[in-house]
């Protein structure tokens, strides 16, 4: 029996779920500018609260940069699919003939696209604030760039977890922070390496073989928590 | 096979099969866990090192290895449940939880009161303490999520797939805790280097742990048993049990 409409291959599907969640996303500015404000805000506390000597601010700044980073990220988790839930458009994704996780895969890309990418970018700008060692720049955004790509795909499973939940976002954090532990050693590691001139290939690649199994096992993870959030 | 699984499945034959084991598991455990103690606290050497403080490790050790195994066990339970849909499994599944999350803070409690006496200060960044502490975290998250549902059913499988996702994660944490461990500090407390444990001092640990896990099994019929009248209260059968 031929079927009645035809339906769409995966890869338009992909493109056009990446090209509607961009279109709203940039559609509110005000949302994106939130987590690298945050992380700034978070960065410039820290002088602050502990001392402006420069030797010690670069001692630990590896590890506040990737913390205040982190919780930068997590910030945005709740929204991720918050607002798809509340206009319906998340049960049309589940409705979807396509695979879910591509599809969820393709909503956690433009998320770190416009969330982790940017933190990555702007992160050297506060290492030079905290008076990080020349030379560890490029690690600290390309750690911070890998590794806010697991954040994401970690966060996104907590994130469909709690999104029919009315105070869902307190819960989120306890739900998603101790999983990103294992993201947060390398990451932090990879930097503390590069600042003390060593080898920085291993925490790096570390980094890398998490992403590639959090993109091989959270997508259908975070597919089957949308269904037992929307149907309950 | 599956006649048998199916039967045990049902909450019913469960609830009859427990109750005729469960006083035959306390028992064990009482004797268990009473030998064991009186072995050694009173007749165990005392290690010609720390002295009789390291008695905290009868019950620190039996607690860690229970604190592990529960999770895991949760995990095992969750599937079954995601998979089967056998409810058994899930109401198997909330009674371990909290006694999980209990062993590992009895296991975090034991260890940084043993720590003054040996080390000198109630808490190190040590891998293994770090790696027990963040578990704390993953059992209160699944006991939240679970309780932050409004249905039965939406919280039961919203806490199996954070546990199965939590056991994925578990050897992966430990593994980079470990990692960052030797990358901050080289080892300066280690209890893996003592000498190797001579028998009068092991044996009493064997029975713990052994004791350790009657008491776990006894006491999760007893609470499954609960859980099921809690849960089928309206049934037939239940009623019947009353009148």
């Not at chain 1, 010690?56 to 997590?74: D, N």
Request: proline share 6%.
């Amino acid at each position: 029996m031929q079927p009645r409409t035809s339906v769409a291959g995966l890869g338009p599907a992909l493109l056009a779920t990446l090209r509607r969640d961009l279109t709203v996303a940039l559609r509110r500015r005000g949302d994106l500018v939130n987590p690298p404000a945050f992380f700034a805000l978070v960065i410039t506390l820290f002088p602050l609260g502990i001392s402006p000597v420069p030797e010690q601010l670069a001692a630990i700044a590896p590890g506040l940069l990737w913390v205040a980073a982190l919780l930068a990220t997590q910030l945005s988790l709740d929204a991720l699919f918050r607002s798809d839930h509340e206009d319906g458009s998340l049960e049309q994704l589940l409705l979807a003939p396509q695979p879910l996780a591509a599809l969820v895969l393709a909503k956690v890309a433009v998320h770190w696209l416009l969330t982790g990418l940017p933190l990555a970018l702007m992160a050297p700008l506060l290492g030079l604030l905290l008076s990080l060692p020349s030379g560890s720049y490029g690690v600290l955004a390309a750690s911070l760039a890998l590794g806010s790509a697991t954040l994401g795909l970690i966060g996104a499973i907590g994130a469909a977890l709690t999104v029919g939940l009315a105070r869902g976002s307190v819960l989120l954090s306890l739900l998603v922070l101790p999983l990103t532990i294992p993201v947060l050693i390398f990451g932090s590691g990879a930097v503390q390496a590069a600042a003390m001139g060593g080898d920085v290939a291993p925490a790096l690649a570390m980094l890398g073989a998490q992403l590639a199994l959090a993109l091989m096992l959270a997508p259908w993870a975070i597919a089957g928590a949308l269904r037992i959030s929307i149907h309950g | 096979m599956w006649d048998v699984v199916h039967r045990l499945g049902s909450p019913r034959t469960f609830y009859t099969i427990a109750g005729r084991w469960q006083p035959w598991l306390w028992a064990l455990a009482a004797l268990l866990l009473g030998t064991g103690s009186v072995w050694a606290l009173l007749f165990a050497p005392a290690d010609y090192q720390q002295g009789d403080s390291f008695r905290i490790l009868y019950v620190h050790v039996p607690a860690a290895i229970l604190a592990q195994s529960c999770f895991v066990l949760m995990a095992v339970a969750g599937a079954i449940f995601l998979v089967w849909r056998i409810k058994l499994a899930d109401m198997v599944a909330t009674v371990i939880a909290p006694f999980g999350a209990a062993m590992t803070g009895v296991a975090l409690f034991s260890g940084s009161v043993w720590g003054v006496p040996t080390w000198g200060t109630w808490w190190v960044w040590d891998a293994r303490l770090t790696s027990m502490l963040i578990q704390l975290f993953l059992y209160l998250g699944v006991i939240a999520l679970r309780g932050a549902f409004a249905s039965r059913d939406g919280g039961a499988r919203a806490a199996s797939l954070l546990t199965l996702v939590g056991v994925i994660n578990i050897p992966i944490i430990k593994y980079s805790v470990d990692w960052w461990n030797t990358l901050h500090q080289p080892a300066t407390f280690t209890l893996t280097q003592r000498p190797a444990m001579p028998a009068e001092m092991w044996l009493p640990l064997a029975v713990m742990v052994l004791g350790f896990y009657a008491y776990f099994v006894a006491l999760t019929l007893t609470r499954t048993r609960s859980e099921i009248l809690r849960r089928e209260g309206r049934k037939r059968w239940v009623l019947e049990l009353g009148s």
